[in-house]
């Protein structure tokens, strides 16, 4: 599966964004979404996920309350909405794909960086 990413920009503390991607190649079915994201100098560290086929979600708890992870399973495509944006939220946002059964991500898609200035 190929993944896309967009949605990035430049927001004030407070703010909201919405990220998407959009999962080409094949359709998603027995698979987890998920938003990863790296700031610079740091480790990639999780985000959230959601389980295509239920719908059920995960949150780092960095983010729970603030985000939200969904899907569009027609579309095939994956958002996250981030509302009040704090800068220590700044880093690039990756989003992830992979099978239920296998434990770690396998996708990737290039990424789009999300800026929050105080």
């Known amino acids: 599966v190929q993944l896309q990413a967009s949605g990035g920009g430049l927001v004030q503390a407070g703010g909201s964004l919405r990220l998407s991607c959009a999962a080409s190649?094949?359709?998603?079915?027995?698979?987890?979404m998920a938003w990863f994201r790296q700031a610079p100098g740091k480790e990639r560290e999780f985000v959230a996920q959601?389980?295509?086929?239920?719908?059920?979600?995960n949150y780092a708890d960095s983010v729970k309350g603030r985000f939200t992870i969904s899907r569009d399973n027609p579309k095939n495509t994956v958002y996250l909405q981030m509302n009040n944006l704090k800068p220590e939220d700044t880093a690039r946002y990756y989003c992830?794909?992979?099978?239920?059964?296998?434990?770690?991500?396998?996708?990737w898609g290039q990424g789009t960086l999300v800026t929050v200035s105080s």
């Open positions: 190649g094949r359709t998603l079915g027995n698979d987890y």
């Open positions: 992830a794909a992979r099978q239920i059964v296998v434990a770690s991500y396998e996708a």
């Open positions: 959601v389980n295509w086929s239920s719908g059920n979600t």
